[in-house]
């Protein structure tokens, strides 16, 4: 564990002492900053903020669907065992009846 510390102290002051400031002087250049940095930040950001509520809304939409199908097939069944019931209760009437 400790060899592992020792290790990522060492890779961290590596990666430290290769930094040049001297390239953050001027960053603009550096970066290749242009008029369409912002608009490319834009859309970028657009689409990640978006799209998981985008995802939410169709999966939301999707189970919504699908429990009101199980809901009628459900509502199917009970009012296919009450007709059941109500042919075989007249069936008894008819038959107590003769």
């Not at 400790?2 to 290790?7: I, T, V």
């Amino acid at each position: 564990m400790r060899s592992k510390r020792l290790y990522c102290a060492y890779v961290l002051l590596l990666s430290l002492c290769w930094a040049m400031p001297a390239w953050a002087v001027d960053s603009y250049r550096y970066l290749h900053v242009s008029i369409d940095t912002p608009w490319t930040i834009f859309v970028f950001l657009f689409f990640l903020v978006f799209a998981p509520m985008i995802l939410a809304v169709v999966l939301h939409w999707r189970y919504a669907l699908k429990k009101d199908d199980s809901e009628k097939i459900q509502l199917e069944k009970n009012t296919a065992q009450e007709s059941q019931l109500e042919i075989r209760n007249s069936q008894k009437k008819h038959h107590d009846a003769q």
